[in-house]
């Protein structure tokens, strides 16, 4: 499974950007899909997860009520639209997938080298 992630870019503190993920394959339906992030100097760090199939959703604290992630069977890809952003959600955003099974709860607690394919990352940059 091949994944592309697009959407990143520089917006104002308040702004809002829509990442996508777009899968090679379409079984990835029966996949669990994430997005992670990855400041300088941190840890990559889970930030929403999604079950395609069932679309169950699991979110970090730090995003709940802000972040969505959605998911279109049909074409492919994942979304995570982010509102009212924060200068300190600026990093390198990365979607993954895996074939684990569990719900989105269960994806949340899951490790960044346990997940089976990662697409490249696409910068969010948030002034204040």
């Known amino acids: 499974v091949q994944l592309q992630a697009s959407g990143g870019g520089l917006v104002q503190a308040g702004g809002s950007l829509r990442l996508s993920c777009a899968a090679s394959?379409?079984?990835?339906?029966?996949?669990?899909m994430a997005w992670f992030r990855q400041a300088p100097g941190k840890e990559r760090e889970f930030v929403a997860g999604?079950?395609?199939?069932?679309?169950?959703?699991a979110y970090a604290d730090s995003v709940k009520g802000r972040f969505t992630i959605s998911g279109d069977a049909v074409r492919g890809v994942v979304y995570l639209q982010m509102n009212s952003l924060k200068p300190e959600d600026t990093a390198v955003y990365y979607c993954?997938?895996?074939?684990?099974?569990?719900?989105?709860?269960?994806?949340?607690?899951?490790?960044?080298?346990?997940?089976?394919?990662w697409g490249q990352g696409t910068q969010v940059t948030v002034s204040s």
């Open positions: 999604r079950r395609v199939q069932s679309g169950t959703t």
């Open positions: 394959t379409p079984t990835f339906i029966s996949y669990g």
């Open positions: 993954a997938a895996t074939k684990r099974l569990g719900d989105a709860q269960t994806l949340a607690t899951v490790a960044p080298d346990e997940w089976d394919y």
